[in-house]
């Protein structure tokens, strides 16, 4: 039974490390999307003249 049992833990293992790793990725990229999204409403804020018929 033990011969059966080592392998499905080994692949769990690397199942886990994998989906570990997958978050780690997804938050990068909402971190990075995030701050893209503040640079470009910080340029829009700046380039805002208070008028509203401004484009």
Same mark, same amino acid.
């Given at each position: 039974? !033990?011969?059966v049992? &080592?392998?499905l833990i080994? /692949?769990?293992a690397l199942f886990a490390a994998? !989906? /570990?790793?997958?978050c780690n990725t997804?938050?990068?990229v909402g971190e990075d999307v995030q701050a893209a999204g503040q640079a470009v409403e910080e &340029?829009?804020?700046e380039a805002n003249d208070g008028n509203p018929e401004t484009p």
């Open positions: 039974m !033990s011969n049992k &080592t392998p080994a /692949l769990a994998g !989906s /570990l790793a997958a997804v938050e990068g &340029t829009a804020q």
